[in-house]
């Protein structure tokens, strides 16, 4: 089985950073791709970054584009995102997810973390 664990929410206050990480652990074969999404209260879960991980490619939502920064640590199996310049519509559950191939499984799926808060208020 697999797990993703999240960390790294809180309170911020505009213009300050945060950085969230997501580690995976349990019976893992290959990891293709981890990323972030966010949802607030009545809306859709929204993509906000995703990053590859043998080639560390990256892609990013137009409302974060140049402001969070995604990467990954291969030997911890852990992938991070880098909040800057933070404003307070940025206030949402930050998901971690994995497409990732588990020990026991055929193919690989999709995993996700728990959700960790971010606010970000004056």
């Known amino acids: 089985q697999v797990q993703l664990v999240e960390s790294g929410g809180g309170l911020v206050q505009p213009g300050g950073s945060l950085r969230l990480s997501c580690a995976a652990s349990?019976?893992?074969?290959?990891?293709?791709?981890m990323g972030w999404y966010r949802q607030v209260p009545g809306k859709q879960r929204e993509l906000i970054a995703k990053i590859t991980w043998s080639g560390g490619s990256t892609n990013y939502a137009d409302s974060v584009k140049g402001r969070f920064t995604i990467s990954r640590d291969n030997a911890k199996n852990t992938v991070y995102l880098q909040m800057n310049s933070l404003k307070p519509e940025d206030t949402a559950v930050y998901y971690c997810?994995?497409?990732?191939?588990?020990?026991?499984?055929?193919?690989?799926?999709?995993?996700w973390g728990q959700g960790t808060q971010v606010t970000v208020s004056s």
């Open positions: 997810y994995g497409d990732l191939t588990g020990g026991g499984s055929w193919h690989a799926e999709d995993y």
């Open positions: 349990g019976s893992i074969f290959s990891i293709y791709a």
